[in-house]
């Protein structure tokens, strides 16, 4: 769908100061954008010179509009098709040019809805495919740290040729997803949260996109083009971010704490705080400091770095805690969060 679906962290102090640091000069962070058409993300951009962001992208034109405007040695698109493995597989062509795929169209479920006619096939090709396994082991790629995959119901295709990259260095993900198959025969959300289980990825953000049957919609005179997300409606796809539970696994195993160095740490938690997932990691260094991956110091000053403002001005870790112990939990009243104050007040009146 190539929408932005996540609350991407505006503000990431620890990873700026990571990069300030020059922490990932030696070992730059990897990102994978499959489906890059219009560019990656712009929020891989905050790593400067410390990010190698490898982009594909079927539209041959728009890679090598891309390279040319990117001119980064640490930026490159490549016009090739990932998939499970070397092969030919046939593709959809849709007037929507991006939500073509390697899954035809369900036309009976998809005329429900308006503005339907950009995603129903028009032509279909023959075009080559690669594993994503095969391409690194080809292109001498060391590992990569994170994969964001956006291919019209082709990921879990590409996931199962990328099991070793699974295995053994990818740290997290965010893949499109759908929860109904409005595509012939496309895997669901189910079936990738399955897969990937297995590969020790877990589950940390889902936001849901509905859509809107044509009866209320507000594309529902629009006959052109492709609607997009509605506030109402059933819910259709998502954008899913996984990611390694670094403290679990630390807690698990001798060897899977081995495989939590110091530059894994660093990353990872660097990720989530763009996620804004920054209670996981404060937890994530405050358990490496635990096992002696980081010092204690480190993790003190990481943790006051991920903490979040509060009053619109920046705390420690130990002042936010504070904070919150002053505050106690959260009230609410009605569904209205409220003051500790204010629901002591409404206790007792009820009473």
Same mark, same amino acid.
């Given at each position: 769908?190539?929408?932005?679906?996540?609350? @991407?962290?505006?503000?990431?102090?620890?990873?700026?100061?990571?990069?300030?640091?020059?922490?990932?000069?030696?070992?730059? &962070?990897?990102?994978?954008?499959? %489906?890059?058409?219009?560019?990656?993300?712009?929020?891989?951009?905050?790593?400067?010179?410390?990010?190698?962001?490898?982009?594909?992208?079927?539209?041959?034109?728009?890679?090598?509009?891309?390279?040319?405007?990117?001119?980064?040695? $640490?930026?490159?698109?490549?016009?090739?098709?990932? $998939?499970?493995?070397?092969?030919?597989?046939?593709?959809?062509?849709?007037? $929507?040019?991006?939500?073509?795929?390697?899954?035809?169209?369900?036309?009976?479920?998809?005329?429900?809805?308006?503005?339907?006619?950009?995603?129903?096939?028009?032509?279909?090709?023959?075009?080559?495919?690669?594993?994503?396994?095969?391409?690194?082991?080809?292109?001498?790629?060391?590992?990569?740290?994170?994969?964001?995959?956006?291919?019209?119901?082709?990921?879990?295709?590409?996931?199962?040729?990328?099991?070793?990259? &699974?295995?053994?260095?990818?740290?997290?993900?965010?893949?499109?997803?759908?929860?109904?198959?409005?595509?012939?025969? @496309?895997?669901?959300?189910?079936?990738?949260?399955?897969? &990937?289980?297995?590969? %020790?990825?877990?589950?940390?953000?889902?936001?849901?996109?509905?859509?809107?049957?044509?009866?209320?919609?507000?594309?529902?005179?629009?006959?052109?083009?492709?609607?997009?997300?509605?506030?109402?409606?059933?819910?259709?796809?998502?954008?899913?971010?996984?990611?390694?539970?670094?403290?679990?696994?630390?807690? #698990?195993?001798?060897?899977?704490?081995?495989?939590?160095?110091?530059?894994?740490?660093?990353?990872?938690?660097?990720?989530?705080?763009?996620?804004?997932?920054?209670?996981?990691?404060?937890?994530?260094?405050?358990?490496?400091?635990?096992? %002696? @991956?980081?010092?204690?110091?480190? #993790?003190?000053?990481?943790?006051? &770095?991920?903490?979040?403002?509060?009053?619109?001005?920046?705390?420690?870790?130990?002042?936010?805690?504070?904070?919150?112990?002053?505050? %106690?939990?959260?009230?609410?009243?009605?569904?209205?969060?409220?003051?500790?104050?204010?629901?002591?007040?409404?206790?007792?009146?009820?009473?």
């Amino acid at each position: 769908m190539s929408i932005v679906t996540q609350k @991407i962290n505006t503000r990431p102090r620890f990873t700026r100061h990571l990069v300030a640091r020059g922490e990932l000069r030696n070992s730059p &962070l990897c990102v994978v954008d499959v %489906g890059a058409r219009g560019g990656f993300e712009k929020h891989w951009s905050i790593y400067k010179n410390q990010v190698d962001l490898i982009g594909f992208e079927l539209d041959r034109e728009e890679c090598i509009r891309l390279n040319k405007l990117e001119k980064n040695t $640490h930026r490159t698109y490549y016009p090739i098709a990932l $998939h499970e493995k070397k092969g030919k597989k046939k593709f959809y062509i849709q007037p $929507h040019l991006a939500s073509s795929s390697f899954y035809k169209s369900d036309k009976r479920f998809l005329e429900r809805f308006p503005a339907s006619k950009g995603m129903i096939p028009t032509k279909t090709v023959m075009i080559p495919t690669v594993g994503l396994d095969s391409f690194i082991k080809e292109h001498s790629i060391k590992g990569l740290d994170f994969i964001k995959l956006d291919v019209e119901g082709a990921e879990l295709d590409i996931f199962k040729g990328a099991t070793g990259a &699974l295995k053994n260095s990818i740290l997290g993900l965010s893949a499109e997803a759908v929860f109904f198959p409005w595509r012939h025969n @496309i895997p669901t959300f189910t079936d990738i949260d399955i897969f &990937l289980k297995p590969y %020790g990825f877990v589950l940390f953000d889902l936001p849901i996109m509905k859509w809107e049957r044509r009866s209320l919609s507000p594309y529902m005179f629009e006959d052109k083009g492709v609607f997009g997300p509605t506030d109402r409606g059933q819910p259709v796809w998502t954008q899913a971010i996984y990611l390694k539970d670094g403290v679990n696994e630390m807690r #698990s195993s001798k060897a899977k704490r081995k495989w939590w160095n110091r530059n894994r740490i660093l990353k990872m938690a660097s990720i989530m705080e763009l996620f804004n997932l920054e209670d996981c990691a404060i937890e994530l260094v405050q358990e490496a400091a635990r096992t %002696g @991956i980081l010092k204690s110091t480190e #993790s003190r000053a990481m943790s006051d &770095l991920l903490t979040p403002e509060l009053g619109g001005r920046d705390v420690t870790y130990g002042e936010y805690v504070e904070y919150i112990r002053h505050q %106690g939990p959260p009230r609410y009243i009605d569904g209205r969060r409220v003051s500790q104050k204010e629901f002591e007040k409404y206790k007792t009146k009820k009473r």
